[in-house]
């Protein structure tokens, strides 16, 4: 398999994924600003996210994945079906137990996140969390779904399913919203119900690509038929590994509950600033991250289980390589062209000018760890690959207590914009502490001419940074929102140009891109 051909596929489709998810944020901002309600909405929005993360392509995906990739290279199709089927068993009982107490527990759950919201807030977050909770039932068999088609190398559907949900959502917006105002409601409930919708549709798509390569789980809905599936070793396997996984992804977790508490007491509005601003910094993570992620784990935990060290080693240094020369470029333009971005991408109706400012500035955060957030999407599978959970959620543990240190000084000093900072500085201590693991274990031998390499690729991005620093000082980005259409085609000629400047002195370093076309 062709591994950059295999990564640019997810990317495109992830790339689609993420404009359909700018649209999507650019309706809320347009709808709703940065005010109580959608303040309300992202807390709501965040508890079966995080709880996706947690059992879906977090701690279950890292425990799974590498589990199945290995059970099939070593024992064949018939006794991975069986796997299969047993994990997905259990998965179904505990994601209905789960959604029930999600429901059930809503009240706390919310106080937990955002206790800083007004009361109007967080009685609005409560109701959309009881809506959303299903969400999260739908998104575990999703995430179930694409670690089987990731392993047989299917790897369109998994990448291309998130587009339903941002269209669900942005058709929600606007059909919906009216009707809940009729309804006296307020408008912003239709989001949840457009995000309910997204989940079903995402979770639909599965079962026809499932049924193409003839693995369709089949889920024990009786109480024998669960006994039998908790008794499969495989079943023990995933849990006795998912439990350092959990740890391990909750820890992100908890930084997330963390942050979106602290900014509930920031001001109104502070928990929006930083979630557009999220929505920025996801755009290379999806791009490059998650599609690294999704095309290695598979083949690390491949080339493990044959004892095939060289190429194991190989498909590391290349993940990485390609993190430095996509990454870098993206983190240079989050710092010097944040402003141009937000502006753009946010800046009309309830979306104001001072709206923009608090979240280019986080922005600008996001943008100082990048690398280290893109790096540990290639390092961590390193360590997943070969069963180990547990260092990783040793540093991560590590890693949490220092953000909790940078946010001491520096939200008191830059406000939102150091929720972002913080983490963004504790993913580039989390990725070196990865890398020199790695090392250390022999696992990872950095291929010659590395130097040279980042030396090329950090010219490249500071010839486009330099671009883009002038650009987004000689235009007034705000000022230009009075002609939309224009300011558009601005962004449009200045990523274009950008993107020329960097790639054109890549190649005058001689830096081409089929140089990347690693075979796994």
């Known amino acids: 398999m062709n591994l950059l051909r295999a990564a640019s596929l997810i990317s495109v489709l992830t790339l689609a994924s993420r404009i359909t998810g700018l649209v999507r944020e650019q309706m809320v901002a347009a709808l709703y ?94 109701v959309m969390t009881r809506w959303l909770f299903p969400y999260i039932g739908c998104m575990s068999l999703v995430a179930l779904s694409a670690g089987i088609l990731n392993t047989w190398q299917r790897f369109l559907v998994p990448a291309a399913t998130p587009v339903l949900l941002n269209l669900a959502v942005i058709g929600a917006g606007y059909w919906l919203s009216p009707l809940m105002v009729k309804q006296g409601y307020p408008a912003i409930y239709a989001m949840a119900l457009g995000v309910v919708l997204g989940g079903l549709l995402q979770m639909g798509i599965q079962l026809p690509a499932l049924k193409r390569i003839g693995v369709v789980p089949k889920f024990g809905l009786s109480i024998a038929r669960l006994r039998v599936a908790f008794a499969h070793p495989g079943v023990g396997t995933v849990l006795s590994k998912m439990g350092p996984a959990l740890l391990g992804v909750g820890v992100a977790q908890l930084s997330l509950v963390i942050n979106t508490q602290i900014s509930s007491h920031i001001a109104v509005g502070a928990t929006s600033w930083l979630n557009y601003a999220d929505r920025l910094m996801e755009f290379p993570m999806a791009l490059l991250g998650v599609a690294l992620g999704a095309v290695l784990t598979p083949q690390l935990s491949s080339a493990q289980a044959k004892g095939d060290m060289q190429q194991y080693s190989g498909m590391l240094d290349w993940g990485l390589r390609m993190v430095m020369m996509f990454g870098l470029p993206c983190a240079v333009a989050l710092l010097v062209f944040a402003e141009p971005l937000v502006a753009v991408l946010y800046h009309r109706k309830a979306f104001l000018a001072l709206d923009v400012t608090h979240t280019a500035q986080a922005v600008m955060g996001w943008g100082v760890g990048l690398i280290g957030l893109l790096a540990v999407k290639v390092l961590a599978p390193g360590f997943y690959a070969k069963q180990d959970t547990r260092t990783p959620v040793k540093i991560a543990i590590s890693v949490l207590l220092l953000t909790q240190l940078f946010n001491l000084v520096l939200v008191p000093w830059v406000g939102v914009a150091g929720l972002a900072l913080s983490i963004g500085l504790g993913a580039l201590v989390n990725a070196f502490w990865l890398l020199r693991g790695l090392r250390k274990l022999g696992s990872y031998t950095p291929e010659a001419g590395w130097w040279l390499f980042a030396l090329k690729v950090l010219v490249a991005s500071l010839a486009m940074g330099g671009l883009q620093y002038y650009l987004a000082w000689r235009l007034d980005w705000i000022a230009l929102g009075a002609h939309e259409g224009w300011r558009a085609l601005a962004m449009a000629g200045s990523l274009g140009a950008s993107a020329l400047v960097y790639f054109a002195v890549l190649a005058l370093f001689g830096l081409r891109l089929r140089q990347f076309m690693r075979r796994g």
Request: net charge negative; hydrophobic share 60%; glycine share 8%.
């Open 33 to 126: 600003g940065a005010s109580v309600y959608s303040d309300a909405f992202l807390v709501a929005f965040r508890i079966p996210n995080m709880l996706r993360r947690l059992f879906a392509e977090g701690a279950f995906s890292q425990a799974f994945v590498p589990l199945l990739a290995a059970t099939r290279a070593k024992e064949g199709d018939a006794v991975t079906h069986a796997l299969i089927d047993a994990v997905a068993t259990v998965l179904l009982w505990a994601l209905l137990a789960t959604c029930v107490l999600g429901v059930v527990g809503a009240p706390l759950l919310v106080w937990l996140l955002g206790s800083g919201m007004p009361a109007e807030g967080r009685d609005a977050a409560v």
